[in-house]
Structures are given as C-alpha cells and as structure tokens.
C-alpha cells in the first residue's frame, strides 16, 4: 500500500500543522500524500511549490487536525465517546450550555470534563516525558520485546485489544506459513492475529486516493483467496477498507 502513516511516530508540531519536512519532500502526515521539492505542482488551476501544495492538500483534505482526529475511534486519541462528541461541539465554538443540551448531561458535567480533559492534557506531556526517559536510561525503546518489534497498529483500526500485539516475528512467521511466494494465501486462518497480519499484507494491493469498483475489489482479492469476499468483508470490518453506503465502491480508510 502505498504511502504508509505512522502518525504515531510524528512529533506534535508535525500533527497539529499535518505536514513534515524533510530534506527532498513535504509530506501530509495525515494521509502520507508527499510533494517533492523542486517540482511545480498545479491544483485547481493554479501553481505551487511542494511546500504550498501541501498546505492546500491538508487544509482541503483533512481541515484542522482536530476535525481529523475527533472522526477516528476515540481509542486512538484515549479519550471516551462521551469526550469525543463534547470536543467535536467545543471545536464548533459552542458553549457549555449547549453543549449540555445537545449531549443529553448536565451543564456541571460539561465543567467536570473541561477539567478532566486538561488533567488528560498535562499527564499526556509527563507521561510523553517519561517514555522518553525511559528510553534515554534503557538504551531500549518500548516496542522492542523479547520475541521481536511490536509493530503498528494501523490508526484506522476500528477497536485496539491483544490482537495487534503482533511483533516483526511474528508477521514474518505467519506469511510464510499463511502465504505462498506470489503472495496468494494457502488457508485463512481462524485465530485474530493471524488475520489482521494477512490482511495488512493484502493491503499492500490497495493505493490511496483511489476509488474501486467492488468488481475490481473482486478482482484483486480473487488473485490472493477464492473466498474474496469473506476477505473483502474483513478487510472492512477491520478498518482497512472504506465502503460506500450504497455498496458500489470502496478505498483505503483514512
């Protein structure tokens, strides 16, 4: 799958402007979209450097980072559903009160969560504080386990539990026994993690910003599995593909 986020890895700079620089690109942290340095990009009729381009694209794309982050399973930011929805109403500029009416809480509520969400604000800068000492003193970063590299979660994953405690090992191991040298699979198997670690491996078929017809969806699976729609059908369950609500095309969740 082309251009692979790993928001997680940004620094908070990075996340709030959606862009990162680097030596030869721009590059939209959000989605992974890069723009080249030196090359002249036209959009909608009008001309901009890699660093305009991607400034548009985020702006256009994805709003503010909070629009962004407020639409995705509250898991990612570790907020409760009930914290998620009063930031999506704060983020349009209502007050306490109405935000009291249209969640159905107490207007005292909405003050308690104020406090609580800026309690959450100052343990996350201690606690980003403490991960990086402990990496400082360790030489060891957390991710690094007995039995390999815990990998990423994909941050469209639409529940975070043991299944994606899933290690670099473990990946390899289960694609090779899973997967034949063409990258068709033998068997799908039945245990969790062995099924997100295939399906993140048929991702890799999939580009982003691109709209599939469920016969091309049909298609491309048809070559990995026989049964491509039991695969087309986890692939949406697990968050990796997006369907539209009348079931004709999909894309790669964002």
């Known amino acids: 799958m082309e251009n692979k ?7 908070i700079d990075d996340i709030v402007n959606k862009y990162k620089e680097t030596q030869d690109f721009y590059t939209c942290v959000l989605c992974g979209e890069t723009y080249e340095k030196g090359r002249i990009f036209e959009i909608e009729g009008e001309l901009y450097d890699a660093g305009g381009a991607v400034k548009k694209h985020a702006k256009e794309q994805h709003g503010y980072t909070i629009d962004y982050l407020l639409n995705q399973n509250p898991d990612l930011t570790g907020i409760s559903e009930i914290q998620q929805n009063i930031l999506k109403l704060m983020s349009e500029g209502k007050d306490d009160k109405t935000i009291a009416k249209e969640v159905g809480i107490a207007y005292s509520t909405v003050r308690n969560h104020r406090f ?4 959450k604000e100052k343990q996350a800068k201690l606690f980003v504080a403490l991960m ?10 957390i991710n690094l386990s007995d039995n390999g590299v815990l990998e990423q979660v994909h941050h469209t994953a639409k529940m975070l539990d043991d299944r994606y405690n899933i290690t670099d090992t473990e990946r390899q191991k289960t694609i090779q026994t899973y997967m034949d040298e063409n990258g068709a699979i033998k068997q799908f198997p039945a245990k969790e993690k062995k099924k997100i670690i295939l399906l993140r491996e048929i991702m890799n078929n999939f580009v982003r910003d691109r709209e599939y017809k469920e016969l091309e969806v049909n298609r491309i699976l048809g070559r990995i599995y026989d049964d ?5 059908r ?3 369950e697990y968050g990796f593909l997006d369907r539209s609500d009348d079931c004709k095309t999909y894309r790669v969740k964002e």
């Open 116 to 119: 609580k969400l800026r309690e």
């Open 5 to 11: 986020v790993t928001i997680w890895e940004e620094t």
């Open 132 to 141: 990086k000492s402990l990496e400082q003193k360790t030489k060891v970063p």
């Open 234 to 236: 986890a692939l949406i």
């Open 228 to 232: 491509y729609a039991t695969i087309r």
